[in-house]
């Protein structure tokens, strides 16, 4: 069965640093990897997906996360954190096998930023 | 850009009651689904839907529980007489075709208080 575990609840970081948000997956298939964002009172939006092209896959408002099969790993990075970028953050694994396009979500991150 | 749209943002019912989440998806998107979050839990997948019928559904998806496409553009899910329990924060999404059809897109949600 898949899942997808987020390593951290929580993570706080000042404006202007790196941030990391660490996710591990497990699936018995070559899985499609997504980050959905969350703001406030907002719908979960797509930062960026993996589905078994590039392992380093560019998304939105300059996040990045690297897909490695090896440590079955998916984590989300950006250089340089911004106070908009405070917000909830899921990682989620779908199988290609799946007829329906289910989507299995981490626990989420939330992410603090600070001036 | 277009965007998925549930009604209301928030409601409240007693326990015992019937309860109808609204939900307009894309336009010309083809897959439907709903999803759930617990406050302090995993957003959980409930039910997909494609060519008017339900594709995949979820051990929470049991008989109180239904979903309908009553015209072109509405998509919404019953509870017939919710308890305690079924208070979350629903979400829908949809997504475009039989390629992307992991690729999903969210609304902001209905938060659900059962009283």
């Known amino acids: 069965a898949q899942s997808v575990t987020q390593l951290d609840s929580h993570v706080s970081v000042s404006e202007g640093t790196p941030v990391l948000l660490r996710c591990n997956y497990s699936?018995?298939?070559?899985?499609?990897l997504f980050w959905y964002v969350q703001h406030p009172n907002k719908g979960l939006q797509l930062l960026l997906k993996?589905?078994?092209?590039?392992?380093l896959v560019k998304g939105i408002n300059g996040f990045e996360a690297e897909f490695k099969k090896s440590e079955t790993s998916f984590h989300l990075t950006k250089p340089s954190a911004h106070m908009s970028d405070a917000a909830e953050y899921f990682c989620v694994v779908s199988e290609p096998v799946s007829n329906t396009g289910k989507l299995i979500f981490g626990q989420g991150t939330t992410l603090q930023v600070k001036p | 850009e277009p965007e998925v749209t549930q009604t209301p943002s928030h409601q409240v019912t007693q326990m015992g009651q019937e309860v109808i989440l609204r939900c307009v998806p894309i336009s010309n998107h083809l897959y439907f689904y709903w999803y759930r979050q617990i406050l302090g839990q995993k957003v959980e997948f409930l039910v997909s839907f494609y060519n008017n019928e339900i594709s995949e559904k979820s051990e929470i998806f049991d008989d109180q529980f239904s979903v309908e496409r009553p015209d072109g553009s509405n998509f919404t899910l019953k509870i017939r007489s919710t308890k305690l329990e079924d208070s979350a924060m629903y979400f829908c999404?949809?997504?475009?075709?039989?390629?992307?059809?992991?690729?999903?897109?969210f609304g902001a949600g209905t938060r659900l208080s059962v009283l």
């Open positions: 999404a949809s997504s475009p075709d039989e390629i992307a059809k992991n690729i999903q897109y």
């Open positions: 993996y589905t078994s092209a590039a392992t």
């Open positions: 699936s018995s298939y070559s899985p499609s």
